[in-house]
């Protein structure tokens, strides 16, 4: 049988532990790069660790050897999240970062990892697509990146504005891309990089910009088709109903002329027929005259 204090007591260390674990369960730090993940060589680039008010003391590690090691830190409070600024940026700079901050209640949780990547290393691939640029919603769409001078081990695809998108595992002299069912977020500028296992954060140049256009073309191409015939027609309706008219108004002038020839002729012959007059003759008799 326990003792009551015992017992007391044991609640009491309980109670503590608790308190203690939720007063510990803050929020887990998050990180980000301004103004992207994907950096050109020689440029400046800032990473941010966001954590909590309370904060007092950020760190920023990145990993080496399978261990990540401290390389920067931030000591005071920040309205909205610690910046660490690195310059000029290059292959020692590229990699895997995360973060963690420390308050009252202790350290933090580390962050989820940012992979920074530096580019300008290898000369560039080509970038291209055996169909149009323009598609519509719901459609695939292929690209193809290529080296003619580089056996890349992989090839990496981007748009601009920091969207992730699908890497290339095959290496050799080419990497293809599908993209899709696409909607009309997937419009924007594309381009494609070239690296090695080895170093998977040291990318290539980037390619040259494609340009891709997600629009319900089709639709308005027929809508477009449907408005010309519309229009076609009612021109073809138009000149028809001008051809009729003018045929109808010469026939009603043929025919109104015919008629006063007609009737003037008949007016003629009545006024031949009818005026006449008698006149007497030279011997004293009456003669008749007509008068036409």
Same mark, same amino acid.
């Given at each position: 049988?326990?003792?009551?204090?015992?017992? %007391?007591?044991?609640?009491v @260390?309980? %109670? /503590?532990?608790?308190?203690?674990? =939720?007063?510990r369960?803050f929020?887990?730090?998050? *990180?980000?790069?301004?103004?992207?993940?994907?950096?050109? !060589?020689?440029?400046?680039?800032?990473?941010?660790?966001?954590?909590?008010?309370?904060?007092?003391?950020?760190?920023?590690?990145?990993?080496?050897?399978?261990?990540y090691?401290?390389?920067n830190?931030?000591? /005071?409070?920040? &309205?909205?999240?610690?910046?660490?600024?690195?310059?000029?940026?290059?292959?020692?700079?590229?990699?895997?970062?995360?973060?963690q901050? $420390?308050?009252?209640?202790? !350290?933090?949780?580390?962050?989820?990892?940012?992979? %920074?990547?530096?580019?300008?290393?290898?000369?560039?691939?080509?970038?291209?697509?055996?169909?149009?640029?323009?598609?519509?919603?719901?459609?695939?769409?292929? @690209?193809?990146?290529?080296?003619?001078?580089?056996p890349?081990?992989?090839?990496?695809?981007? &748009?601009? /504005? /920091?969207?992730d998108?699908?890497?290339?595992?095959?290496?050799?002299?080419?990497?293809?891309?599908?993209?899709?069912?696409?909607?009309?977020?997937?419009?924007?500028?594309?381009?494609?990089?070239? +690296?090695?296992?080895?170093?998977?954060?040291v990318w290539?140049?980037p390619?040259?910009?494609?340009?891709?256009?997600?629009?319900?073309?089709?639709?308005?191409?027929?809508?477009?088709?449907?408005?010309? $015939?519309? *229009?076609?027609?009612?021109?073809?309706?138009?000149? %028809? @109903?001008? *051809?009729?008219?003018?045929? !109808?108004?010469? $026939? $009603?002038v043929?025919?109104?002329?015919?008629? =006063?020839?007609?009737?003037?002729?008949?007016?003629?012959? =009545?006024?031949?027929?009818?005026? +006449?007059? @008698? =006149?007497?003759?030279?011997?004293?008799?009456?003669?008749?005259? !007509? &008068?036409?």
């Open positions: 049988m326990i003792p009551k204090g015992t017992k %007391l007591l044991c609640l @260390l309980c %109670l /503590g532990q608790r308190i203690q674990a =939720q007063d369960n929020s887990i730090p998050t *990180i980000s790069a301004v103004p992207g993940s994907v950096v050109p !060589w020689n440029e400046t680039v800032k990473i941010l660790c966001k954590g909590a008010p309370e904060s007092y003391l950020y760190h920023l590690k990145i990993l080496r050897n399978s261990k090691q401290q390389v830190e931030i000591l /005071g409070y920040q &309205k909205e999240a610690a910046v660490f600024t690195i310059h000029p940026m290059d292959a020692n700079s590229a990699g895997n970062y995360r973060c901050y $420390r308050s009252y209640k202790g !350290w933090s949780e580390h962050s989820d990892a940012l992979d %920074l990547v530096v580019t300008g290393f290898y000369d560039k691939p080509f970038l291209s697509a055996d169909q149009d640029h323009r598609v519509a919603p719901g459609e695939n769409f292929s @690209l193809r990146c290529s080296s003619a001078s580089i890349f081990d992989r090839f990496s695809l981007t &748009k601009d /504005g /920091g969207v998108l699908p890497q290339q595992q095959n290496g050799g002299h080419q990497g293809s891309f599908t993209l899709g069912p696409v909607n009309y977020n997937f419009s924007g500028n594309y381009r494609c990089y070239g +690296w090695y296992n080895a170093s998977p954060h290539s140049s390619s040259n910009t494609l340009e891709l256009v997600v629009t319900d073309t089709m639709n308005q191409d027929y809508t477009m088709e449907n408005l010309i $015939r519309m *229009i076609v027609a009612g021109l073809v309706l138009v000149a %028809l @109903l001008a *051809i009729l008219a003018e045929d !109808w108004h010469s $026939r $009603r043929l025919h109104k002329e015919g008629r =006063q020839d007609l009737a003037e002729t008949s007016c003629s012959k =009545q006024k031949c027929q009818t005026e +006449w007059t @008698l =006149q007497p003759a030279p011997n004293g008799h009456l003669a008749d005259t !007509w &008068k036409c």
